[in-house]
């Protein structure tokens, strides 16, 4: 057991590179337990006065309020530490600590840690620098050096080995430092890459052995695991228990195997659920399969189209590797897109601009107009695309354009009609939101609860309807109990929702922060020539509440960006196109900000210009 511990010491970034010495005496002095899957390691308001370093496994850390609510505190990951500092108080913390898999941590009395750094002068600057590393990252986003992150790459075919083989080119390019084990002789044709099998002659390298190798990989930062996934189950959970991701690489064709694969695996019972995520290998296909199974079998999935489709299909459906790569590296770019009726088409600019520029969006949320061209770019359709579809599916028939206010009229006929469900689904079919090649969550309003209701799963097309549904123009929709109508009278730029589904970087879009002071040729101490219409009065109505309403959801994005369109009636769609061109200048001549933003988080993956 102690040359266990000792092995495992040597990989946490709190102990890598301390002396023979010090780890035995951190050994002798400290006490391994183990924990399984959702046992409470520690309970909310209990004194704290150890410090506990991860050894196996991950914890979540929750904060308890006094009502007994819970919100998210932090993970703590293979490597990490929890109550170097709380510790030397010794007093209750409002922080319950429990085990998301099976997890071994190695406790220390406080005192007794702190005796050791001062025996140790080595291990005394060790913690010093990974716990200041910690709270760089914490408070400025920037990415510390850390123990090597144990990476599975699994396999159900053969033909998936290529686009892993992508992915370590990429993650190899940006400087990382691999070191790969595999089942299989092929070896990464990467220089400076060292590779051991995990077969000696008949029989499988044991544990032991796997952790001594990791150790004659000092220089390693990312360790990787390549698996064919026809392994048997108890060789998979022996391999599972080293890794704290695994990628599991599926043909879009093969996920009934896939899912009784990790069913034989034992997914949700083992705790492994949070660490484990598809990579679909989209092949003649532009979503991925309609599996509620994996639901309960994985925490995320990515769309990895190989070969990349042609138009009209774009980079969102070709980026879905490089979004893997974002989420390895820590990296989680969300675009939230406001309401805006009409005007709300300069979104797909913007997006069109972050394209170009090479930065990949990682997540959308939209509200309103916002989830409309946000679900559109979301399953893949190139933005000039969709402006070019707006612009037709949305002009006002010879009748309507003959008619005073006729576009006005024409959105309400459409909305009486019912007209918009046939015009989406011409393309997104019946796909769902969790089948599209970029997460994308839209916003809604239950009239029941007076709430508001965040889609991320389920019929794309009938997301969209929920969330542009405005009163006035349409009745409630009422669907699961719920009467649901336009998101934009409670969240109308959804940033707040991007946070809280764990994106480290939100660009806000708002299409209503700039408002003319002209309402149907009514200005300010002028005569007022004629009445508003009812549509008008509607949607100027709205457009003055999203007004109103920016500061809300938008508080946490990074940046904002505000097309000018104010210049566009509410109800202009045919106009599309160029709204779409004001969103694409407004988006480039953000981009130098946001490449200095992003540079301080992952200064590899975004190098400064030039």
Not at 140 to 152: D, I, S, Y
Not at 444 to 453: E, H, K, N, Y
Not at 532 to 558: E, I, K, M, W, Y
Request: aromatic share 6%; charged share 25%; proline share 7%.
């Amino acid at each position: 057991m102690t040359d266990d511990v000792m092995s495992l010491l040597k990989v946490n970034e709190y102990f890598r590179g301390a002396s023979d010495e010090a780890l035995r005496q951190v050994v002798a002095a400290g006490r391994v337990t183990q924990h399984p899957a959702g046992e409470v390691v520690h309970e909310a308001n209990a004194p704290l006065a150890t410090v506990g370093f991860v050894l196996r496994g991950r914890l979540k850390a929750v904060r308890v309020d006094t009502r007994g609510g819970e919100s998210l505190f932090r993970m703590i990951d293979r490597g990490e530490q929890f109550g170097m500092m709380v510790g030397a108080l010794a007093e209750p913390v409002p922080i319950r600590i429990v085990a998301l898999e099976p997890t071994m941590v190695l406790e220390l009395d406080y005192d007794e840690a702190m005796d050791l750094t001062f025996r140790h002068p080595d291990l005394r600057r060790l913690w010093l620098s990974t716990f200041a590393g910690s709270l760089r990252k914490h408070f400025f986003g920037a990415t510390q050096k850390r123990a090597p992150m144990v990476l599975g790459l699994i396999h159900e075919s053969a033909a998936t080995r290529r686009v892993a083989g992508r992915l370590l080119d990429r993650l190899h390019g940006l400087g990382e430092k691999l070191a790969v084990f595999g089942d299989s002789d092929d070896r990464p044709n990467l220089p400076d890459v060292p590779f051991r099998s995990l077969r000696v002659g008949d029989r499988d390298l044991e544990p032991e052995e796997i952790r001594r190798q990791v150790t004659e990989w000092p220089d390693a930062n990312r360790i990787i695991f390549d698996l064919s996934a026809d392994m048997p189950a108890e060789r998979a959970a022996r391999l599972l228990q080293f890794v704290d991701r695994a990628v599991y690489f599926v043909p879009a064709a093969a996920g009934e195997a896939a899912v009784r694969r990790l069913q034989s695996f034992d997914v949700p019972a083992r705790g492994w659920r949070d660490k484990i995520n598809v990579a679909w290998v989209l092949d003649g296909t532009n979503v991925a399969p309609d599996m509620p199974a994996f639901q309960n079998l994985v925490a995320r999935d990515f769309k990895i189209a190989d070969p990349p489709p042609g138009p009209p299909f774009g980079p969102s459906l070709a980026a879905g590797l490089e979004r893997l790569v974002h989420d390895l590296r820590g990296v989680r770019i969300g675009v939230a897109l406001g309401g805006g009726a009409a005007r709300g088409m300069s979104h797909l600019g913007v997006l069109k601009a972050l394209e170009d520029q090479g930065i990949v969006v990682d997540m959308i949320a939209g509200t309103s107009a916002g989830a409309m061209t946000g679900v559109m770019y979301a399953s893949g359709l190139e933005p000039d695309y969709n402006a070019h579809r707006f612009a037709t599916d949305l002009r006002p028939s010879w009748l309507f354009r003959r008619l005073p206010q006729g576009g006005n009229w024409y959105l309400l006929y459409k909305y009486r009609r019912g007209h918009f469900d046939p015009m989406l689904r011409k393309y997104l079919h019946d796909w769902r939101l969790e089948q599209l090649a970029v997460p994308c969550l839209t916003v809604t309003v239950d009239l029941v609860s007076g709430t508001s209701v965040v889609r991320d799963r389920g019929d794309a097309v009938h997301a969209i309807l929920e969330s542009i549904n405005l009163p006035v123009l349409s009745v409630p929709i009422v669907r699961d109990g719920r009467a649901l109508i336009d998101g934009g009278l409670v969240n109308n730029i959804p940033a707040d929702v991007l946070v809280a589904r764990g994106c480290n970087f939100v660009i806000a879009v708002s299409v209503s922060a700039k408002m003319e002071k002209e309402f149907c040729q009514i200005t300010p101490g002028a005569a007022s020539p004629k009445k508003p219409g009812v549509v008008q009065t509607l949607l100027r109505s709205l457009l003055v509440q999203n007004h109103s309403l920016n500061a809300f959801g938008v508080q946490p994005a990074d940046l904002m960006i505000a097309p000018d369109v104010t210049r566009y009636d509410m109800a202009a769609f045919t106009k599309a196109e160029e709204m779409a061109a004001i969103g694409r200048t407004a988006g480039l001549d953000s981009v130098p900000k946001i490449r200095t933003l992003l540079n301080r988080l992952d200064p590899q993956l975004f190098p400064p210009a030039g």
